[in-house]
């Protein structure tokens, strides 16, 4: 559901546009939307969208599809067929892109269709109850409520990978039809290798397989950096315990994980604990929008200002809402969760380029657990989003999407 208060709508079929526009020597529909970003919807007669947009540039837009600017154009002449404009200006291309996939599932299914396959990010699935791992994505998820599905991951490539790490570090089974069958499978050529004790013939008993998967989901979890972290950390015991045979062995093993690219798993966790804001400019020119995302949807907090004294008072509202439980560890991957999810990660997931700066942020708050190292991301974060930005700059996170 799209809640925004600042919409414009002018429907051209009313006797109160035909009066203003009669007084109006120009003549002109556009004239009366304002030239920033935001999203601009087209409505027929009968009440159907003819096309959904987002643009840097709202009342040029409409100027060009309405064919008001007299410049020549590839694009259809809109005039014809719209009764209806309604333009939703916002402060950020994430903000625009929100609204255009919300309401492109509300009034136009096939650029809905499209917008999630533009958005899709892989997932990794861990299942406790067959002890194996399996690919899958944002658009074709169907996973039960036991099995932990780790995300976002940038490509199934790369989520494979992931798998591939946990298998080689854990040595868990690559043959998951083998392992059903336990301990009565048949052993492949990675137990003669000495890289898997072969649970599934029954050389190591079940149980010990388990805890190693279970070692497995747990690294999973948390993250590849904090993975990262537990073995340099049991490096680093092991050796002062002067067990270097052992610590050879747990450094064979971070090497594993260093080969894992940052930038494509480095924000891939347990996706139903996730706890995520989103801080973006505003439409009001020096603030900036902060926004909740979770099992309901994404929802507007405040804007606050950079020395606004309210700032404080959303920190200490996101504090208890981290630390008042585990609501969000209730989290059902339904379908349109997940494409909301999709949406945030692809913005989330989007680098800076080095000669535009970034005025949208997004923190996983488990990221943050220290109160004081999560405000200053919190603080830095509104600072950027309440710097000026010139009317349709195109940040990085912005890209077009254009209906018709």
């Keep these: 559901m799209v809640e925004h208060a600042r919409t414009i709508t002018v429907d051209l079929q009313s006797e109160e546009f035909e009066c203003t526009i009669k007084q109006?020597?120009?003549?002109?529909?556009?004239?009366?939307?304002?030239?920033?970003?935001g999203v601009v919807e087209m409505i027929s007669q009968n009440g159907s969208t003819v096309l959904l947009a987002a643009t840097g540039h709202i009342r040029s837009f409409i100027a060009q599809r309405m064919c008001e600017d007299g410049k020549p154009s590839s694009k259809a002449n809109l005039a014809p067929i719209t009764s209806k404009i309604i333009a939703y200006p916002t402060g950020s291309a994430f903000e625009s892109d929100w609204i255009v996939l919300e309401r492109a599932r509300m009034v136009d299914s096939d650029l809905y269709t499209k917008l999630n396959q533009q958005n899709q990010r892989a997932l990794l699935v861990l299942d406790p109850l067959?002890?194996?791992w399996r690919i899958d994505d944002t658009s074709t998820l169907q996973s039960r409520k036991d099995e932990l599905v780790i995300g976002p991951i940038l490509t199934k490539k790369t989520a494979r990978a992931l798998g591939e790490a946990l298998d080689d570090v854990f040595e868990l089974c690559r043959y998951p039809k083998e392992l059903a069958l336990a301990p009565n499978g048949t052993a492949c050529a990675y137990k003669q290798m000495g890289r898997c004790p072969a649970a599934c013939d029954g050389s190591e008993p079940m149980h010990a397989y388990q805890h190693r998967f279970n070692e497995a989901v747990q690294a999973s979890t948390h993250g590849i950096v904090w993975w990262k972290e537990q073995l340099k950390l049991e490096i680093a015991n092991v050796s002062a315990a002067m067990n270097f045979e052992q610590a050879q062995h747990t450094k064979r093993e971070l090497d594993q994980v260093e080969k894992l690219p940052l930038d494509s798993l480095g924000l891939a966790k347990r996706l139903d604990r996730l706890q995520c804001i989103c801080?973006?400019?505003?439409?009001?020119?020096?603030?900036a929008m902060l926004w909740r995302f979770q099992?309901?949807?994404l929802t507007s907090i405040a804007s606050v200002q950079e020395q606004s004294d309210d700032i404080d008072m959303v920190l200490d509202s996101l504090t208890s809402t981290q630390e008042s439980g585990n609501q969000f560890d209730q989290i059902e991957f339904d379908q349109i969760w997940l494409d909301r999810f999709a949406l945030i990660a692809r913005h989330w997931m989007t680098k800076p380029t080095r000669a535009k700066r970034r005025h949208v942020t997004i923190l996983d708050l488990r990221d943050l657990s220290q109160e004081k190292r999560r405000n200053q991301r919190i603080y830095r974060a509104i600072a950027d989003a309440c710097v000026p930005v010139d009317p349709g700059h195109e940040d990085e996170e912005h890209t077009h999407i254009k209906g018709a």
């Design 24 to 37: 109006d020597t120009h003549e002109r529909v556009s004239c009366f939307f304002p030239n920033t970003r």
């Design 279 to 287: 801080i973006t400019p505003c439409v009001r020119k020096g603030w």
């Design 295 to 297: 099992s309901d949807g």
């Design 130 to 132: 067959s002890y194996t």
